[in-house]
Each structure stands twice: as C-alpha cells, then as structure tokens.
C-alpha cells in the first residue's frame, strides 16, 4: 500500500492487488490515517462495480463522521451509481477540490 501525503490530505493506492486485499490493508492502516483526509485511488483497479464501491461504506461514514472528508477516486463507476454519503470523483484534481469545497463548509459549520 502506498501513501503519499499532501499537507492534511493522504492519497492511497496500491497496484497488483485484489480489492478485497487492498480493502484489508486500508483498514489495516486506517489509524494511522484517520486524523487526514483520505483519497483512495482506484485507478488500478479495471473492473470495478457500484457494489464494489459499497464495500467502502463503513469506513467512509467512520471517517466523515469525524469531520474529515473521504473521496474515492474511479472514473469506472459514476457518483450517481452510490449513495449520497460516499464520495466520488473522476480524477485525482477533482478529489482535491471536492476536500477543499468540504474543509470549507466544516469551517463555516454549514
């Protein structure tokens, strides 16, 4: 699993895996990565489903309840193919930007 930091947001990945092992690592290093704002790269992933994407359901909820924003980032499965509470975004920018929109509205207690 591979992290890359970028001020108060972590971007994660890992190539050559099964989204089952990758999820397992993820909660495997969430601690370490819980006070972050977290994308999750999928981009290595081919085949990926809307179920497959409900698999992150619970750590996403654990982690947005605690003020901090999680994105997963796929272009194989469309933000309307989630739910409301999961975040989704095409490409890695538009991740930063949906944390930067979010970090505003937790500033603004909106």
């Known amino acids: 699993m591979i992290f890359d930091k970028e001020g108060t947001t972590t971007i994660v990945?890992?190539?050559k895996t099964s989204l089952a092992t990758f999820l397992e690592n993820l909660?495997?290093?969430y601690p370490k990565l819980k006070h972050d704002?977290?994308?999750?790269n999928l981009f290595?992933?081919?085949k990926l489903t809307a179920n497959d994407?409900?698999?992150?359901?619970?750590?996403?909820n654990t982690?947005?309840?605690s003020k901090k924003s999680f994105v997963l980032v796929t272009d194989r499965v469309s933000y309307d193919e989630v739910p409301d509470e999961m975040s989704v975004a095409p490409?890695?920018?538009e991740a930063r930007d949906l944390i930067e929109m979010e970090e505003?509205?937790?500033d603004l207690d909106l």
């Open 44 to 46: 290595s992933f081919s």
């Open 91 to 93: 490409t890695l920018q």
């Open 37 to 40: 704002n977290i994308i999750v």
């Open 27 to 29: 909660k495997r290093a």
């Open 104 to 106: 505003i509205e937790r």
């Open 53 to 60: 994407m409900l698999e992150f359901l619970d750590i996403s």
């Open 63 to 65: 982690h947005k309840a």
């Open 13 to 15: 990945f890992q190539e």
